[in-house]
């Protein structure tokens, strides 16, 4: 994962897949919007022997939460348990 940044100072995530024999490259670029825990492609493309896929990053890491809040309650580890967990 890498992190880019378009003109206007947008920032984004940046993965790159290998070009891998039997990977399906159908799969990496299939239109998953409004799915829960999946991050849109907001573009894709390719690099060499990779693929290419942009997202939309998160406002900040969990580890970032942590350090800045402390440790989640128990109600709020329950209620982000699932989307981390799958």
């Given at each position: 994962?890498f992190?880019?940044e378009?003109t206007a100072g ?6 790159l897949v290998?070009?891998a024999?039997?990977t ?7 239109d998953?919007d409004?799915?829960?825990n999946?991050?849109p ?10 693929w ?5 990053r ?11 809040h402390g440790q989640l ?13 799958v």
């Amino acid at each position: 994962m890498f992190e880019a940044e378009d003109t206007a100072g947008k920032k984004a995530a940046v993965k790159l897949v290998p070009q891998a024999p039997g990977t399906d490259p159908e799969m990496l670029f299939i239109d998953l919007d409004g799915l829960r825990n999946v991050v849109p492609v907001i573009d894709s493309g390719e690099h060499e022997d990779q693929w290419v896929l942009v997202m939309h990053r998160a406002e900040k890491s969990l580890r970032t939460h942590l350090q800045e809040h402390g440790q989640l309650s128990l109600n709020e580890a329950v209620a982000v348990l699932p989307d981390v967990a799958v």
